[in-house]
């Protein structure tokens, strides 16, 4: 049974960073893609970023390129989200879920994520406030 553990989640200033952190277990971390989702208060679940199991690539929505890094570290089964550069708009409650890449890109271009996973992690709070 796959399971992830979400964590990293802080309060940040503006203009600060975070490393968010996905632990993953129940299966090598290569066997799928990893993704990252967020939901803000009164707004709908969106995909972040996500990670090939494949070759590595990686995919952002627009409005964290440049700012936010996925990467992987498959001796420890973990994924994690570098936040550089934050915004109070990034303030949201941070999930992981692993999928079919096809799937998890479709999120980060909009797709409703709520629409192919049907359970979350509890995820981590990332506040950005001053």
């Known amino acids: 049974q796959v399971q992830v553990v979400e964590s990293g989640g802080d309060l940040v200033q503006p203009g600060g960073s975070l490393r968010l952190s996905c632990a993953v277990s129940?299966?090598?971390?290569?066997?799928?893609?990893i993704g990252w989702f967020r939901q803000a208060p009164g707004k709908e679940r969106e995909g972040v970023s996500c990670i090939s199991n494949s070759d590595g690539s990686t995919y952002y929505r627009d409005s964290v390129k440049g700012r936010f890094t996925i990467s992987r570290d498959n001796a420890k089964n973990t994924v994690y989200l570098q936040m550089n550069s934050l915004k109070p708009e990034d303030t949201a409650v941070y999930y992981c879920a692993t999928g079919a890449l096809r799937i998890l890109i479709a999120t980060v271009r909009g797709a409703s994520p709520d629409l192919y996973f049907r359970s979350w992690g509890q995820g981590t709070q990332v506040t950005v406030s001053s």
């Open positions: 129940g299966f090598p971390l290569d066997y799928y893609g």
